[in-house]
């Protein structure tokens, strides 16, 4: 599938999404001035994408980071900030717990193997339990998706930040 089908793919599965899970991984680490730049335009064009819909986002990012791309609290859970409670986590799976039977699409965005058990491992359940779910993996290296679950995942090994850079105009 080339990357223009996988993000119309994404744009139809989207529309009919009544919930939208999406991780966000190390790829979204700024090292460089000019890449904190490229993943504040990428989180915005994703917070586009994410407008008025039912939506979660978990990072493995740590607090300043992933604090600095996404400023509202309310739709997200970083384990790993500092100011990181119970009350968040269990926000995080009573939301999660909601998804179940639901037109859900999750986003795995940039996680590879460095925390396997937050993000990756947790999605790829979560698609095998949700008869309703589908997953698109991107990641620059780790995009493969299990044997499992390939009938309702895609994957994209490219970096998330230029994937979701590339998908339409914010709004």
Known sequence: ???QEKLLLLDEKLKKAQKI?????AEWKPQTA?????????ASRLLALLKDRDYYIIT???GQDAE???AEKEHMAAPFGVSF???DWEAYTGWLAGTLNRELVILELGEGFQNPSLIRWPFEKTVMLNQKAFLLRVHRQFSQIPEEIKEKAVPVAESSVD???SCG???
Not at 21 to 25: N, S
Not at 34 to 42: C, V
């Open 1 to 3: 599938m080339e990357k």
């Open 21 to 25: 899970l999406v991780g966000i991984g």
């Open 34 to 42: 000019q890449e904190e730049i490229r993943i504040q335009e990428a």
């Open 60 to 62: 493995s990012l740590e």
């Open 68 to 70: 600095r791309i996404f």
């Open 85 to 87: 409670t119970e009350k």
């Open 163 to 165: 994937f979701i850079l």
């Open 169 to 171: 105009n914010p709004a």
